[in-house]
Every structure is written in structure tokens, then in C-alpha cells.
């Protein structure tokens, strides 16, 4: 039977932060150009929304560690260097979402215009997500795909698919669950 558990949540969500935002820079370049104030209240709308999947990101991430430590080819190293760039990204975006909070709030305030404050401060939060959550997800991919780590060799990866091969249940060995079965007959 097949089960999501919350490596899989996240290994889904965590595409959303990075793309999402990518695209609400992108949106409210085309705001800040247009001026439209239909479009800086979608944009900002979507940023709180990827603040929230970001939160979920976390926390599926956060309960993944115990998941994959052990795995072949898995560092302890890479997983703690991505969940403190993730603790980075993840007050980012929730500065983000914050601002872009206090943005509609304004604009609703001011008949639908927001001050050239508040567009730099939405504009200067989502640049910083973006940068942070692109490197939390290149530092995420590291952990399972040793063809992005420096200095990878087609040999590394060789060893660590047959390392993956012998792997038996709780990533035992084949040769220690053998051994364990032939103590019980």
C-alpha cells in the first residue's frame, strides 16, 4: 500500500516556494511597471499564499530528517546546512507574507494605492525569499542528488547505487538480514 508520509509532502511543496516566488518578483515587476492596483493586491495575495506552503515546507521537512538519515549516500552535514538555510527561507517569506500583509492593509486604507515605501519593502522581501529559497532547495537537493555535489564523479554515484541494491529492510545489509534469518530456523 502506498502511504504519503512527510518526506513525500515535502519533497511535493517544496517546488511551490522557489517557482512561487519567482513568479510573485515577477508579478510585481509587472505591477510596479503597470501600475495596476488589481495586480499589487493578486501579487501580494500570492506572496501570503506562498508564506503559508512555505511554513508547511517546513515543518514536513523538519519531520523528514529522522526519515532518510542512515540512507546510502545521505550527510548529516547537507541535511543540517538545508534546515538552517530552510529556517532562513522560512523567515523570509514569512517577513514577505508580513509585509505584504501590512501592504493590502494599506491599500485598502489609502482607496486602492500603496506608497513607493511599501512597493520597495514588498519588492526588497520577495527578492530576499527568492534568493533564499533557491539556495535552501540547492542545498536540499544535495542531500539525495550527488550528481549537483561538488566534485561529483560518475564512480560515486556507483557505489552508492550498489550500496542501495544490498539494502534490505531498516537498511540492513542483505548479508546482515541473511544472517539475522538464519539464526531463527
Excluded at 509587472?30 to 512555505?54: C, E, F, R
Excluded at 538555510?85 to 523570509?92: E, F, R, V
Aim: charged share 10%; with cysteine.
Amino acid at each position: 500500500m502506498f502511504i504519503i508520509n512527510n518526506t513525500h509532502w515535502h519533497l511535493m511543496l517544496n517546488h511551490f516556494p522557489v517557482i512561487g516566488m519567482i513568479l510573485g518578483l515577477v508579478l510585481w515587476g509587472m505591477a510596479l511597471s503597470l501600475d495596476i492596483p488589481q495586480l499589487y493586491q493578486t501579487t501580494l495575495v500570492w506572496i501570503m499564499a506562498m508564506g503559508a506552503i512555505t511554513i508547511l515546507v517546513y515543518l514536513t521537512g523538519t519531520n523528514s530528517h529522522e526519515l532518510i538519515h542512515g540512507l546510502p549516500g545521505v550527510r548529516h552535514e547537507f541535511i543540517d546546512t538545508h534546515q538552517q538555510w530552510g529556517t532562513y527561507s522560512l523567515s523570509a517569506l514569512l517577513l514577505a507574507s508580513l509585509t505584504a500583509l501590512v501592504s493590502l492593509i494599506m491599500m485598502q486604507r489609502a482607496g486602492g494605492s500603496l506608497s513607493r515605501f511599501w512597493k520597495q519593502c514588498i519588492f526588497l522581501t520577495v527578492l530576499v525569499s527568492v534568493g533564499l529559497t533557491f539556495y535552501t532547495a540547492h542545498l536540499g537537493g544535495l542531500i539525495r542528488h550527488t550528481e549537483i555535489r561538488p566534485g561529483f564523479t560518475p564512480a560515486q554515484e556507483e557505489n552508492i547505487e550498489s550500496s542501495i541494491e544490498t539494502q534490505g529492510p531498516d537498511n540492513q545489509t542483505q548479508e546482515a538480514h541473511s544472517h539475522e534469518h538464519s539464526h531463527h530456523h
